[in-house]
Structure formats: C-alpha cells, structure tokens
Nanobody, 121 residues
Framework: QLHVVESGGGLVQPGGSLRLSCAANGFTLDYYAIGWFRQAPGKEREGVSC????????NYADSVKGRFTISRDNAKNTVFLQMNGLKPEDTAVYYCAPRRSSCSGAPIGPWGQGTQVTVSS
C-alpha cells in the first residue's frame, strides 16, 4: 500500500489562492505518476490534474486549466497543486494518489484523508 498525506486546504475567498501538498509516506513519489482528485458534496470523485513520472508532463481538467498548476519536488518527496483564481465550484475535498504506470492508470489506494478546500465569501 502506498500512503499519502494531503495538506494545505482551507477557507479562501473567490479569486484567492491555495497551495496543496501531497507527501508520500514510506515510498518514493518520483517512481509514480501522481494525480490530484477532488470530491464535492453529493458528487463523484473526479480527476483534477496529473503529473507524469517519466518526463514531468502534466494534464488538467478543463474546469481548472489556466488556474491550477501541478508540480513535484523530488528532493522533498512531495507533489504540489497551486490553485489560483479559486471559484466556489472548486469547493471540495482534495485527494492525491499515485497512479499505475502513467496518468492514464488507475489510482493506487488507499485514499488519504484529503484536505478540505472551501471557496466562499
């Protein structure tokens, strides 16, 4: 099992910014593609962004393109999600997870606790 710990969430006004962190617990993150996901109340969990293992290429959901940036710091064994221009519809619990083989692969559990992001005035 590959355990991760998410942090950095909070309450922010519309238009504000947050930086989420995904830390690996007992394994090396740069061996894997890492995805960020979110789950809003009453909705299914959805993919937000992913960074590949091989060349560091990234992808984003259309809803966050141009506002969110995923990055990794292998020295810190951490992946970040910089979120700018936050909107109320970004409110959700955010999770990260390693993915099998590539950003097209299924997330590898177990899911962490997640970190709550609330965008509200």
């Amino acid at each position: 099992q590959l355990h991760v710990v998410e942090s950095g969430g909070g309450l922010v006004q519309p238009g504000g910014s947050l930086r989420l962190s995904c830390a690996a617990n007992g394994f090396t993150l740069d061996y894997y593609a890492i995805g960020w996901f979110r789950q809003a109340p009453g909705k299914e969990r959805e993919g937000v962004s992913c960074i590949s293992r091989s060349d560091g290429s990234t992808n984003y959901a259309d809803s966050v393109k141009g506002r969110f940036t995923i990055s990794r710091d292998n020295a810190k064994n951490t992946v970040f999600l910089q979120m700018n221009g936050l909107k109320p519809e970004d409110t959700a619990v955010y999770y990260c997870a390693p993915r099998r083989s590539s950003c097209s692969g299924a997330p590898i559990g177990p899911w962490g606790q997640g970190t709550q992001v609330t965008v509200s005035s």
